[in-house]
């Protein structure tokens, strides 16, 4: 009934039906993938000595860590609020974060950050359709500061003496391959269907951010330094 309220009132709106599916199959792989995961890493810790780990551990190392991880989030933080469509306070967002991170104990990774910044930045009083739009502009930041390390450090590890990590036929074998594979996919229609639904509904709602956010240099140099920051100090703390 209400739905059909909904229709009548506004009828050019476009509807979809809703899916009552409580449980999906990929929902129970998910489930039995976790308790493998489980249960092997219990497995591997059943043999370490958390305690030895503790107080041998050189607490000079230690807090070096602990600095890198704790400016992770101070760049996380600027990431965000550099493509914030509101303003934020900065203490705030810092904590955000950290829930960010407590949530992505119990979901992927990406969806506890996306969904907790998210709801965050429609807290703070953005609409709910710029403020996703924002996260995922923030997430093209990152994955485009991945691109420049990768090209970076492959120049300057390529540049020094010494025995390759990776031979470079294994590289070529494996660049090959991987294009090989994507290219049999691209070729089946209902694949490209499928990359193309997935794909357009995200650049519909981020490129219009992002074209925003292009006319503040000041908010662009905050975003790329902040995402290079973020993946430098994980390394860092690594």
Do not use: C, H
Not at 21 to 47: D, Y
């Amino acid at each position: 009934d209400l739905r059909d309220a909904v229709v009548s009132a506004f009828p050019a709106a476009p509807t979809e039906p809703v899916r009552l599916e409580r449980t999906r199959p990929r929902t129970v792989f998910a489930f039995f993938a976790l308790t493998i995961a489980l249960n092997i890493l219990l497995g591997q810790l059943a043999s370490v000595n958390l305690a030895s780990i503790v107080t041998e551990a050189d607490p000079k190392w230690a807090a070096a860590a602990m600095v890198m991880s704790l400016l992770t989030y101070v760049a996380a933080t600027t990431v965000i609020s550099s493509l914030a469509p509101v303003a934020l306070r900065w203490i705030r967002t810092f904590l955000t974060q950290f829930a960010a991170t407590f949530v992505s104990l119990i979901a992927p990774a990406a969806v506890g950050n996306i969904g907790t910044n998210s709801r965050y930045l429609q807290q703070a009083g953005a609409r709910p359709a710029v403020a996703i739009a924002s996260v995922g502009a923030t997430q093209i930041f990152v994955f485009a500061s991945y691109v420049i390390l990768v090209i970076v450090f492959g120049v300057m590890t390529g540049k020094q003496e010494g025995p390759d990590l990776i031979p470079d036929t294994t590289v070529l074998l494996v660049a090959a391959g991987t294009v090989g594979v994507a290219a049999l996919l691209l070729a089946i229609p209902a694949t490209r269907r499928a990359i193309g639904s997935r794909i357009s509904p995200m650049l519909s709602t981020t490129w219009p951010r992002l074209l925003e956010s292009a006319r503040q240099p000041r908010r662009i140099a905050m975003g790329v330094g902040g995402a290079l920051l973020l993946n430098l100090t994980y390394a860092a703390a690594l």
